[in-house]
């Protein structure tokens, strides 16, 4: 179920709306001048996380709640675009002062500000080759990053699927690396419907 306050304007095709991109983006909003880069799975790409949580959580301290890999170059076996993607969990991702200072001493710039979105953040880093999401503790989107990674790193079946269904989107023109990050959205729906199945009913 949807939470009030928790909905993204889309398109009649799923995509967010540029609109909204336009209004959401700190900076600006930089078309795609590339096709997206789908490769193979970095043997490297987990070191490359660790060295970055240990920057970040040398400049929280114990505001960094949690620091987890996410996204498809934390799923062993996974083709992925090189980026490496970074969940941090604070307390109350609204309020900035908290830690945005913080992480701009080791380069990290925001780029996105959702505030009717999980209170979502984005970050990226001095080289644009890390993404940096901020979340507050609690969020629902904090448990279904984390659970959609678990899943991908143990069910071969759907790791392929994903694996496959990235590979043939990537080779198609996109205006921004968000319009392809939306046209996922119909096999990764597919995916989280069988995380639900499996984990059962829920109470509530």
């Known amino acids: 179920m949807k939470q009030k306050g928790q909905d993204q304007p889309r398109d009649d095709r799923g995509a967010l709306t540029e609109e909204y991109l336009r209004a959401h983006t700190i900076g600006e909003l930089r078309p795609l001048s590339t096709l997206i880069h789908i490769l193979d799975y970095g043997s490297d790409w987990p070191r490359r996380f660790e060295l970055e949580a240990n920057e970040i959580r040398s400049v929280l301290g114990s505001r960094a709640l949690s620091v987890e890999h996410v996204g498809s170059t934390s799923v062993p076996g996974l083709a992925a675009k090189p980026i490496i993607d ?98 996922k959205t119909a096999v990764i729906e597919e995916i989280a419907s069988r995380i639900r199945e499996a984990k059962g009913p829920t109470s509530g």
């Open 86 to 183: 970074i969940l941090l969990v604070v307390t109350n991702s609204a309020e900035e002062s908290e830690y945005v200072q913080a992480l701009e001493t080791v380069g990290y710039q925001l780029r996105i500000r959702e505030p009717g979105w999980h209170e979502h953040r984005m970050f990226k880093s001095p080289a644009m080759d890390v993404n940096l999401h901020v979340f507050s503790a609690g969020s629902t989107e904090v448990e279904r990053m984390l659970a959609f990674r678990d899943w991908l790193r143990s069910n071969a079946s759907d790791r392929e699927l994903y694996a496959r269904s990235k590979r043939a989107l990537a080779q198609r023109d996109w205006k921004y690396t968000q319009n392809y990050a939306d046209a």
